[in-house]
């Protein structure tokens, strides 16, 4: 039985743990993702995406189909949005779409997914990210458990798509992030590497990215610059995370 796939034609999808509008929001497709369709149950469609591997229910009005073939040609030339917000008009009228938004790499205004037409309403502002400063663009973002936009995000949403800008593939959630790279002591951290913290059963439930100076960035409230100490995040004089493992990509 062949393979059915869609891409995602709203600016941001929520993705649920059940097929209901009041089930837990657990991650996020945003425009342009592409996905796998696993079983179409009403008004939900259960997929699993392309880029992480992450099933879910979402909307089946978010989505429009693509063939394998269309599939390819996408995925063999896309990038990632960088900026906050862009304009675009579609076949169903002018959308917004957000930072981290799967786009072509081509930089002209038209672009195609599939059979659908698209076209950037102004030109793209040609910015080159250092990590940390592509981090720090999303500085004061809210958190937002299942988010992975600037307009809400939670801590392992933050380090993905901070990667996926860098062409760095990792998990979605912060405990698969942590099965990948390679663990690193405390003194010999550096730019770049992430930091993992447990609870009290020593399970893996934040990460963050590590800046110069001990300073960690990281999605905790909001998107911010905490201390990092050898035992864990502080804010101002308090403890806010226990340090479980450092990972170099």
């Not at 089930?23 to 425009?31: A, N, R, W």
């Not at 988010?147 to 996926?164: A, H, L, N």
Request: hydrophobic residues 35%; negative net charge.
């Amino acid at each position: 039985m062949s393979k059915k796939y869609a891409f995602c034609k709203v600016s941001i999808s929520p993705l649920r743990k059940e097929n209901s509008d009041a089930s837990e929001m657990i991650s996020q497709l945003l425009f342009g993702e592409i996905i796998e369709i696993l079983e179409i149950n009403n008004n939900w469609t259960k997929i699993i995406t392309c880029f992480d591997n992450y099933e879910a229910w979402t909307d089946t009005k978010h989505l429009i189909s693509l063939s394998e073939k269309e599939v390819s040609r996408f995925l063999d030339g896309f990038t990632i949005e960088t900026e906050l917000i862009r304009d675009i008009e579609t076949p169903w009228g002018k959308q917004i779409i957000t930072r981290g938004a799967f786009v072509p790499i081509d930089t002209s205004l038209n672009f195609n997914i599939g059979l659908h037409n698209f076209t950037f309403l102004e030109e793209k502002q040609e910015i080159s990210y250092s990590l940390e400063s592509f981090a720090k663009s999303y500085l004061n973002s809210p958190y937002l458990w299942g988010g992975k936009s600037p307009f809400g995000i939670d801590c392992s949403g933050f380090t993905q798509q901070v990667f996926r800008y860098f062409n760095k593939k990792i998990p979605r959630d912060a405990y698969q992030q942590a099965e990948h790279g390679l663990e690193i002591d405390f003194d010999y951290k550096l730019i770049g590497d992430l930091a993992f913290f447990s609870n009290t059963s020593g399970k893996i439930t934040h990460v963050g990215i590590i800046l110069n100076d001990s300073l960690i960035i990281h999605a905790s409230g909001q998107v911010k610059i905490d201390r990092l100490k050898k035992d864990g995040i502080y804010s101002g004089e308090n403890k806010t995370h226990d340090l479980c493992l450092i990972k170099r990509l």
